[in-house]
């Protein structure tokens, strides 16, 4: 019998011994979450870890317990090697010091002499057993660690855990679980699967980042994505010490001056087609710059504008970001907005989803996807208005084909 996704996610994680955890390059509170609560647990199992993210941090998750564990560069990851040929010379010595952060090798040679043309240069295998790839739904998510380290990736074992419906099915293992609310939502699974052979693990800290990922996934049990699983999974992490009090008030009910700042330049370019349902607003570098706030900011915004706009259906924020024009969706629904970021080349959730175009000026940027956002409402209202004419049609053919009630004689 097959062994299911999470049966060869205990299997590898049990064989390797050093463990690269990374997660997108966007990070939020799911990423953030994931990352932390496994570094822990995995350490706590005795492997090496590094724990990665392209990305900054928000500022908003600066509360967290270890938060400094997550790194940006990937310090290790294989030897550098220095290969000297002993064709024209044999080696009798070989010494070396540092001087001014440089490394002075010094060979000397039986008989003859080495040249520049005897030395050659070459990196050696990857230090790591197994990558594990975490809220990504492909690998070009993971930003400049994957694009510096191609190689590494196709070379090392790949354990691709998400809840994501783009996930690309990357890894050579691949968790991917559309119902569940959140990536930290599968972590519990797996750190009980863990449990059951090395013992208690989880801890208040580690409950508390996965308590993390599963409100700030369903915007504190507002979307969608809530469920009665992550509900009980949220329960069971709050009786294992996870802090409810703390993840609500730090991330949800207290904001930064810059924050505020932000959400003010937003609500001041607020435009909408209220009769369709589209709202919109937009984010410059300069309002970036003038606020001070960070990109972590713009996601709690533009989940705000969808559940407190009356009317809207479909949510767009415009951001410039690297030099790139970033587009957040959200949907309230009967919107896939999923299938809307793929078609530019991003992806997400069925509600929530996003993606960048590039080469674009801001303006541009907002005409195509507006005008692609309008043709998706009204060919869905002409849409349900034609299933309505067709059923009113149909029900009138019935009343016709009745015969009427012939009078007794």
């Given at each position: 019998?097959?062994?299911?996704?999470?049966?060869?996610?205990?299997?590898?994680?049990?064989?390797?011994?050093?463990?690269?955890?990374?997660?997108?390059?966007?990070?939020?509170?799911?990423?953030?979450?994931?990352?932390?609560?496994?570094?822990?647990?995995?350490?706590?199992?005795?492997?090496?870890?590094?724990?990665?993210?392209?990305?900054?941090?928000?500022?908003?998750?600066?509360?967290?317990?270890?938060?400094?564990?997550?790194?940006?560069?990937?310090?290790?990851?294989?030897?550098?090697?220095?290969?000297?040929?002993?064709?024209h010379?044999?080696?009798?010595?070989?010494?070396?010091?540092?001087?001014?952060?440089?490394?002075?090798?010094?060979?000397?040679?039986?008989?003859?002499?080495?040249?520049?043309?005897?030395?050659?240069?070459?990196?050696?295998?990857?230090?790591?057993?197994?990558?594990?790839?975490?809220?990504?739904?492909?690998l070009?998510?993971?930003?400049?660690?994957?694009?510096?380290?191609?190689?590494?990736?196709?070379?090392?074992?790949?354990?691709?855990?998400?809840?994501?419906?783009?996930?690309?099915?990357?890894?050579?293992?691949?968790?991917?679980?559309?119902?569940?609310?959140?990536?930290?939502?599968?972590?519990?699974?797996?750190?009980?699967?863990?449990?059951?052979e090395?013992?208690?693990?989880?801890?208040?800290?580690?409950?508390?980042?996965?308590?993390?990922?599963?409100?700030?996934?369903?915007?504190?049990?507002?979307?969608?994505?809530?469920?009665s699983?992550?509900?009980?999974?949220?329960?069971?992490?709050?009786?294992?010490?996870?802090?409810?009090?703390?993840?609500?008030?730090?991330?949800?009910?207290t904001?930064?001056?810059?924050?505020?700042?932000?959400?003010?330049?937003?609500?001041?370019?607020?435009?909408?087609?209220?009769?369709?349902?589209?709202?919109?607003?937009?984010?410059?570098?300069?309002?970036?710059?003038?606020?001070?706030?960070?990109?972590?900011?713009?996601?709690?915004?533009v989940?705000?504008?969808?559940?407190?706009?009356?009317?809207?259906?479909?949510?767009?924020?415009?951001?410039?970001?690297?030099?790139?024009?970033?587009?957040?969706?959200?949907?309230?629904?009967?919107?896939?907005?999923?299938?809307?970021?793929?078609?530019?080349?991003g992806?997400?959730?069925?509600?929530?989803?996003?993606?960048?175009?590039?080469?674009?000026?801001?303006?541009?940027?907002?005409?195509?996807?507006?005008?692609?956002?309008?043709?998706?409402?009204?060919?869905?209202?002409?849409?349900?208005?034609?299933?309505?004419?067709?059923?009113?049609?149909?029900?009138?053919r019935?009343?016709?084909?009745?015969?009427?009630?012939?009078?007794?004689?």
């Amino acid at each position: 019998m097959d062994l299911t996704p999470k049966q060869q996610a205990t299997q590898a994680i049990k064989e390797a011994q050093k463990i690269l955890l990374i997660a997108h390059e966007e990070l939020d509170g799911d990423a953030i979450g994931s990352l932390l609560a496994l570094n822990y647990i995995l350490s706590k199992i005795g492997k090496e870890v590094l724990t990665i993210s392209s990305g900054s941090i928000p500022a908003v998750y600066s509360f967290l317990s270890d938060i400094d564990s997550i790194k940006k560069d990937m310090d290790g990851i294989k030897d550098f090697m220095i290969f000297l040929s002993e064709e024209h010379a044999k080696v009798a010595r070989l010494s070396y010091k540092l001087e001014d952060n440089r490394l002075k090798i010094v060979i000397s040679p039986k008989a003859g002499n080495f040249s520049p043309n005897d030395v050659n240069f070459a990196y050696g295998d990857f230090h790591y057993d197994l990558i594990i790839i975490l809220d990504a739904d492909a690998l070009e998510r993971l930003g400049t660690i994957y694009r510096e380290n191609t190689e590494m990736f196709y070379k090392t074992d790949t354990l691709n855990i998400d809840h994501h419906v783009s996930n690309t099915y990357f890894g050579k293992i691949n968790w991917v679980d559309e119902s569940a609310s959140s990536v930290c939502e599968i972590l519990v699974s797996l750190i009980e699967a863990l449990e059951s052979e090395q013992g208690k693990l989880m801890n208040g800290n580690a409950a508390t980042a996965l308590l993390l990922g599963i409100m700030t996934d369903t915007n504190l049990f507002q979307n969608p994505a809530t469920t009665s699983k992550s509900l009980t999974v949220a329960a069971q992490l709050i009786a294992l010490g996870g802090d409810r009090d703390l993840i609500a008030k730090r991330v949800f009910q207290t904001h930064s001056y810059s924050t505020l700042k932000i959400w003010g330049k937003i609500l001041s370019k607020l435009d909408s087609y209220p009769a369709l349902g589209l709202v919109w607003s937009e984010v410059t570098k300069s309002d970036l710059d003038i606020t001070g706030a960070d990109e972590g900011a713009l996601s709690q915004a533009v989940n705000n504008l969808l559940y407190t706009t009356e009317g809207a259906k479909i949510v767009a924020l415009f951001s410039e970001s690297n030099g790139m024009i970033k587009v957040s969706l959200r949907s309230t629904g009967g919107f896939d907005v999923a299938a809307i970021a793929r078609d530019f080349g991003g992806g997400g959730h069925e509600k929530a989803a996003g993606f960048k175009m590039d080469g674009l000026e801001l303006e541009e940027a907002k005409r195509i996807v507006l005008k692609k956002l309008r043709g998706i409402i009204l060919g869905e209202q002409t849409s349900l208005e034609t299933k309505e004419e067709n059923r009113t049609q149909i029900e009138e053919r019935k009343n016709e084909s009745i015969p009427a009630k012939i009078p007794e004689s």
